[in-house]
T-cell receptor, first 116, second 111 residues
Framework: NAGVTQTPKFRVLKTGQSMTLLCAQDMNHEYMYWYRQDPGMGLRLIHY???????AKGEVPDGYNVSRLKKQNFLLGLESAAPSQTSVYFCASSPLGGAGGIDTQYFGPGTRLTVL | DAKTTQPNSMESNEEEPVHLPCNHSTISGTDYIHWYRQLPSQGPEYVIHGLTSNVNNRMASLAIAEDRKSSTLILHRATLRDAAVYYC????????????FGKGTSLLVTP
């Protein structure tokens, strides 16, 4: 049981390049999330999904796209990377989606992205 | 306002108990208190959560004040591996899906 895995672990991009971050979970969770973490700031939600085939915008969605074609995978895409997208990206999954406030989110190890 | 207030940092000696405080004076009746921690260079990890009663699990204990305006995460015997940033989060079914991590408390454990 690997939990939540993310690939790649590190990546350096040049401004304008594109890339896709992959998140996979083996816990059969319905809900999946993408956060970013910047120095001195907490985690901020980029996009989330409430089930296979669904996606929705979070707090900071601009410049990112997501897809959830399979229940276990949640992809985060950067179409044209900018230096402001330099950050650590965390994927998470949860079984209940916040229902009643008792949900627990399980996080991956993160992807450290640098955009030059 | 879903904010909580925590000290920026705390320090503890190894094998001693640690009490991490959190203030949530504007908490609503449906808000659960969740604690997560983030070890260096890792993703956040769930620790414990509660509503009104004190809670215990294998990682920690959570003591919630009677008026629910504050809570304390208790690590009974700190180890070097417990050095992390600890986040206290208010969460209910109206919070949406995002956990509001804030800045947390950075715990330093010294041998």
């Amino acid at each position: 049981n690997a939990g939540v895995t993310q690939t790649p672990k590190f990546r350096v991009l040049k401004t304008g390049q594109s890339m896709t971050l992959l998140c996979a979970q083996d816990m059969n969770h319905e809900y999946m999330y993408w956060y970013r973490q910047d120095p001195g700031m907490g985690l901020r939600l980029i996009h989330y999904s409430v089930g296979e085939g669904t996606t929705a915008k979070g707090e900071v969605p601009d410049g990112y796209n997501v897809s959830r074609l399979k229940k276990q995978n949640f992809l985060l895409g950067l179409e044209s990377a900018a230096p402001s997208q330099t950050s650590v990206y965390f994927c998470a999954s949860s079984p209940l989606g916040g229902a009643g406030g008792i949900d627990t989110q399980y996080f991956g190890p993160g992807t450290r992205l640098t955009v030059l | 306002d879903a904010k909580t207030t925590q000290p920026n940092s705390m320090e503890s000696n190894e094998e001693e108990p640690v009490h991490l405080p959190c203030n949530h004076s504007t908490i609503s009746g449906t808000d659960y208190i969740h604690w997560y921690r983030q070890l260096p260079s890792q993703g956040p990890e769930y620790v414990i959560h509660g509503l009104t009663s004190n809670v215990n699990n294998r990682m920690a204990s959570l003591a919630i004040a009677e008026d629910r305006k504050s809570s304390t995460l208790i690590l009974h015997r700190a180890t070097l591996r417990d050095a992390a940033v600890y986040y206290c989060i208010r969460f209910n079914s109206n919070s949406g899906y995002a956990l509001n991590f804030g800045k947390g408390t950075s715990l330093l454990v010294t041998p």
